[in-house]
């Protein structure tokens, strides 16, 4: 079974930041583009950010500006920068490995998703 290994949830106030690593095993990380999806009390899962092979990335227009999607190879982890957190951004964050869009990188879709992380949660008080 593949295992996405993710860390760096935590609680933090508006305004601060967290950072969230995923490594997947070395043969996951070379043959898919990577992803970050969360989902909030309440709410579905919605896409956050993906960064392809070539580590181009697309975001959310929610996190446009906030947060960065970014890789080190050497270490098969894909990290999410996340600063000026918002309230609303607190939900479980998962990262997965996608089938990659041929097209370039578009925002995460749960059917590009071959596999999952176990999810790190995230949450901002106000």
């Known amino acids: 079974q593949v295992q996405l290994e993710e860390s760096g949830g935590g609680s933090v106030q508006a305004g601060g930041s967290l950072r969230l690593s995923c490594t997947a095993p070395?043969?996951?990380?070379?043959?898919?583009?990577m992803g970050w999806f969360r989902q909030g009390p309440g709410t579905e899962r919605e896409g956050v950010a993906t960064?392809?092979?070539?580590?181009?990335?697309y975001y959310a227009d929610f996190v446009k500006g906030r947060f960065s999607i970014s890789k080190d190879d050497a270490k098969n982890t894909v990290y999410l920068e996340m600063n000026t957190l918002k309230p609303e951004d607190t939900a479980e964050y998962r990262c997965?490995?996608?089938?990659?869009?041929?097209?370039?990188?578009?925002?995460?879709?749960?059917?590009?998703?071959?596999?999952w992380g176990q999810g790190t949660q995230v949450t901002v008080s106000s």
């Open positions: 070395g043969y996951v990380y070379k043959s898919f583009c």
């Open positions: 960064i392809n092979k070539g580590g181009h990335t």
């Open positions: 997965a490995a996608l089938y990659c869009d041929t097209r370039g990188p578009t925002l995460p879709t749960i059917p590009s998703v071959a596999y």
